[in-house]
């Protein structure tokens, strides 16, 4: 396979120690015209496959794709549209959910937090926050609402506990991301407006920011194994990245997706090995057309059949 990018190679041979659904880093992730085509260099026939089938689907699917798949173990990789934007939508609250846990002490997590019913229609889908509406949900609640059930009230409030999007945008740069351009709270940041780089990044960018999460003191132990317990109970991921990995591996993931666009962000654990951490990003040729989940999960079935 095909070696990954300088960014992700500088750090591809630290591997993880996993326990259950935690892990401990060892000492020491314009817009293009969905029909531009991705750049093609020599690589080996494997990495050639992986391009044609995905080309393929993107015809089947009339979809521009984006894939960044790193194997932390040897740093190999598969990459196809790795650096062209997409709109990220909800997968950008798994390092919202990372930034409150970096930077709220444990102690002071169980802050409660309350939202007007104006407030809860205004950000969209809030399935979490409608039935708390009464009562509020602490910081913690919040952050895990918005990675399992994906809640856009949730995901404001701790936007206002962490800077807003502008606080978000920093917590990227502090992971070695200066692609992504975290603009708008719930449900803007679900727009993308051609040719501008508000609220997308790239699957590349993705790949490399959660990889740093999980493998630096970016985030304490403890809080890198609660992240990972809330991302492997996304309950809005199951026919994504899960749906396309072979039997027996672990997928931990935040789905996301608006109009046209569908994407999964996922740490996938093949059993005894360390994990492939993997970034796929969708959009429809026609932006008024729906998103297919199925795409997703074929283009994750046919990446990680590489690392099998």
């Not at 990954?4 to 750090?11: D, G, N, V």
């Not at 918005?146 to 800077?163: E, F």
């Not at 992971?175 to 508000?198: H, K, Q």
Request: proline content about 7%; hydrophobic content about 45%.
């Amino acid at each position: 396979m095909q070696k990954a990018r300088p960014l992700i190679l500088a750090t591809a041979a630290t591997a993880f120690l996993w326990l259950g659904v935690g892990c401990a880093p060892i000492e020491e992730e314009a817009t293009p015209p969905a029909s531009s085509a991705p750049v093609v260099t020599e690589t080996p026939a494997p990495d050639r496959a992986v391009s044609d089938d995905i080309a393929g689907l993107e015809a089947q699917y009339q979809a521009r794709v984006g894939v960044s798949a790193l194997d932390t173990a040897s740093g190999d990789s598969v990459q196809y549209r790795a650096d062209e934007r997409f709109g990220f939508a909800s997968t950008i609250k798994v390092f919202a959910a990372a930034a409150m846990l970096r930077q709220i002490p444990e102690d002071q997590r169980d802050a409660r937090l309350t939202w007007t019913p104006e407030e809860m229609v205004a950000a969209g889908y809030s399935p979490v926050a409608e039935e708390h509406l009464g009562t509020g949900m602490t910081i913690r609640e919040a952050a895990e609402a918005a990675v399992r059930r994906s809640d856009n009230t949730a995901m404001n409030l701790v936007l206002g506990r962490i800077g807003g999007p502008a606080g978000l945008d920093a917590e990227l740069v502090q992971l070695g991301d200066t692609t992504t351009e975290a603009i708008d709270s719930e449900p803007e940041l679900n727009r993308v407006d051609p040719g501008s780089p508000a609220n997308t990044t790239t699957p590349a960018a993705f790949t490399a920011a959660l990889h740093e999460v999980m493998r630096s003191d970016y985030l304490a132990p403890t809080d890198r194994a609660v992240l990972i317990e809330w991302m492997s109970g996304n309950a809005t991921g199951d026919a994504l990245i899960r749906a396309g990995a072979p039997a027996g591996w672990e997928v931990a993931d935040k789905s996301g997706g608006a109009g046209g666009m569908r994407n999964d962000i996922a740490i996938v654990t093949p059993p005894g090995r360390a994990p492939v951490i993997l970034t796929v990003m969708t959009a429809k040729d026609d932006p008024a057309a729906a998103y297919e989940d199925e795409l997703v999960a074929a283009v994750a079935r046919t990446v990680l059949s590489a690392f099998e």
